[in-house]
């Protein structure tokens, strides 16, 4: 039989702490009591700090904020640091499933292009039906998600050959396909003959600012991630069989097809929300599944949770880094992340060298 | 004798070229065959087609008595298992969860592996002596090993039909005797077996008949003695007979044709 040498080699990434299920929970448990941690720890910070002894007042009697702090924290920085949480939390999900669609970890929302189309569907909306209205959002959300379900399956048929998707097919299609969508967004910049409301969302868009949304807003955005959330579940196990190939996950009974296209589907509507509550935020969505997959592995189930959170503690610390490093002037979180994740993607495109220049 | 499996006058081609005119055939449930052809005679269409993962042009393939086109993929491959020649597995994933894809045609829409579908799981990695490196990355395994996996996941189907594409290709004479001595053993639990073979030398000991693929004509079906004969092979594929060892061994039997 094999060599007791061979067996002794174990260089699964998944033979961690957190690999049997006992671990797997506590993992889960850390990260969502460090996601606790962090919103508490963002609401204190700010231009006005607000100390967490009077914090405490939400939920204890003795202590109390002051009427202003009360005002800050409830219309300006809790509504920041949630839709930040699930930017986040969207974009980290959204690139766990693309990747597992494309077969390729280097697949992100933003670097496919996805991102893009879901700000070109959302600027179409501000710009052009600007009165559709529905809680703020409407027309604006419903283009959103159909421009990323186009920009990804033109994406996907320009990138793929024979079911796989080649790193450099992935990288110049959704490079082009981005690129041309961005520049469509200024296009419609232009045409804007109201000037105003439209472009300043726009603007903060293309950079990557996390927007201030209202609570009516933010209750949408989280019904829109539950329900993300909740029909990737069963397509992880799927994504599963995928990785094994297309022809040989038909055999086993996987439906290829329609999978393929319910992912589209969950993954561009999870992009749209973190469009628009963060516009266009690179590589978040490669660089949280690519630490969760070196902790637990690829198993895409068991994944999906801990990326969830994972992704929201992430940008999380990433905004309000950028919010109080220039204090009192801002820092697009786009631009953080960007600085995090272009040296984080080089490096991965590097570890596929050999498939590049194959 | 009951037909497992039958291939009903099929007709199959690529645009430009014919692969099969009129194929008959029929894989009993104690069958084990080998299939043998020289490059691009059709072993892993026909395979495929055996698998219903291609569609043929004309005739139809029958498992139990029923048409496969009425079947779902889920259904087919509760019954078929077919192990490809090769599998590239995109991410890290470790044997274990290899085989559990095995499971797929068992799960239901939405939910996750159950008891017995871990005990299939656990049982086909002891029946192909891939349980000791069950927490190493497939992609990471040496070519053997990696073939015990493969088959393993087409265990875990729990099939009665196995479809094997060349599963000694680029292993060394120790891997292939192991192979054939699996073969050997799945045989012996039942399963039916059709494995396309490229090494001649392990046939005669493992498979009871063997499918000729002549590029020329239709299939030649016989015993391996039957088939393995230098003349019929030369002609086969088109190469002079008695040139090889390889084309001499299968007659080893009968020593006064062999010549040194």
Same mark, same amino acid.
């Given at each position: ?28 448990? /850390? ?49 920041? /640091?949630?839709? %930040? ?21 280097? %697949? ?18 501000? *710009? ?17 998600? %159909? ?27 959704? *490079? ?85 296209? @319910? ?44 990326? @969830? ?35 984080? *993607? ?13 | ?94 044997? !274990? ?36 490196? #069950?927490? #190493? ?9 990696? !073939? ?8 875990? !189907? ?103």
């Amino acid at each position: 039989m094999a060599g007791s040498v061979e067996d002794i080699r174990s260089d699964a990434p998944s033979q961690g702490v957190f690999y049997h299920p006992a671990g797997y929970r506590l993992l889960l448990g /850390i990260l969502a009591a460090l996601l606790f941690l962090g919103i508490l720890v963002a609401a204190c910070v700010g231009i006005v700090p607000i100390p967490l002894r009077a914090m405490a007042g939400i939920f204890l009697p003795g202590h109390s904020l002051t009427g202003d702090q009360q005002l800050i924290l409830f219309s300006i920085r809790l509504p920041r /640091i949630l839709a %930040a949480v699930m930017a986040g939390s969207t974009l980290s999900v959204a690139g766990l499933l693309f990747q597992g669609l494309f077969r390729n970890p280097l %697949a992100d929302p933003y670097v496919i292009g996805s991102s893009g189309g879901a700000v070109l569907g959302a600027s179409f909306g501000i *710009f052009l039906f600007p009165q559709l209205s529905m809680a703020g959002f409407g027309a604006t959300a419903f283009l959103g998600v %159909a421009g990323a379900i186009c920009s990804i399956t033109l994406v996907y048929m320009l990138a793929s050959v024979n079911g796989r998707t080649p790193v450099v097919a992935l990288l110049l299609a959704g *490079f082009a396909v981005s690129t041309m969508l961005s520049y469509c967004s200024y296009f419609l910049e232009i045409m804007d003959h109201d000037f105003g409301t439209g472009l300043r969302v726009l603007t903060s868009w293309l950079r990557g600012t996390i927007a201030q949304p209202t609570w009516p807003q933010l209750a949408v955005m989280a019904a829109m991630l539950l329900v993300g959330l909740g029909a990737s579940f069963p397509l992880t196990r799927r994504l599963n069989t995928l990785a094994l190939g297309e022809e040989y996950a038909a055999h086993l009974g996987l439906h290829v097809q329609q999978t393929r296209i @319910a992912v589209i589907i969950v993954g561009s509507l999870l992009t749209a929300v973190a469009v628009a509550l963060g516009g266009l935020i690179s590589f978040v969505g490669l660089i949280v599944p690519h630490m969760m997959r070196m902790i637990l592995g690829p198993d895409h189930v068991r994944l999906l949770p801990a990326t @969830a959170l994972a992704g929201g503690i992430f940008l999380l610390v990433a905004d309000t880094v950028a919010r109080s490093i220039i204090a009192p002037s801002e820092l697009p979180v786009g631009v953080l992340t960007a600085f995090i994740g272009g040296p984080f *993607f080089l490096y991965l495109l590097r570890q596929a060298k050999r498939e590049v220049f194959a | 004798m009951s037909a497992l499996l039958r291939f009903n006058h099929l007709g199959f081609g690529y645009p430009h070229r014919t692969i099969f005119t009129d194929l008959d055939a029929t894989i009993s449930k104690a069958a084990c065959i080998a299939l043998v052809g020289p490059n691009g005679s059709g072993k892993t269409t026909l395979l495929r087609l055996a698998a219903g993962t291609l569609k043929p042009d004309h005739g139809e393939v029958c498992l139990r008595g029923e048409s496969i086109d009425t079947l779902s993929h889920r259904n087919i491959a509760r019954s078929i298992a077919l192990v490809p020649q090769n599998v590239e597995v995109s991410f890290p994933f470790t044997v !274990q969860q290899f085989v559990e894809q095995g499971r797929t045609p068992y799960l239901k829409m939405f939910g996750g592996m159950s008891g017995a579908d871990r005990d299939a799981v656990e049982h086909a990695m002891v029946l192909t002596d891939t349980i000791a490196f #069950r927490n #190493r990355v497939f992609n990471q395994l040496s070519g053997g090993e990696r !073939q015990r996996v493969k088959i393993a996941l087409g265990l875990a !189907q729990q099939p009665s039909l196995l479809l094997l594409d060349e599963p000694t290709q680029h292993l060394d004479i120790g891997r292939q005797l192991e192979l054939v001595d699996l073969i050997k053993r799945l045989h012996r639990h039942g399963i039916a077996i059709l494995a396309s073979m490229h090494e001649l030398t392990l046939i005669e000991d493992t498979f009871s008949s063997v499918w000729l693929l002549d590029p020329d004509e239709e299939m030649l079906q016989g015993t391996p003695s039957e088939m393995l004969r230098p003349e019929l092979l030369g002609r086969v594929f088109d190469c002079p007979p008695h040139s090889g060892p390889v084309l001499l061994k299968p007659r080893s039997k009968h020593p006064e044709r062999v010549r040194v």
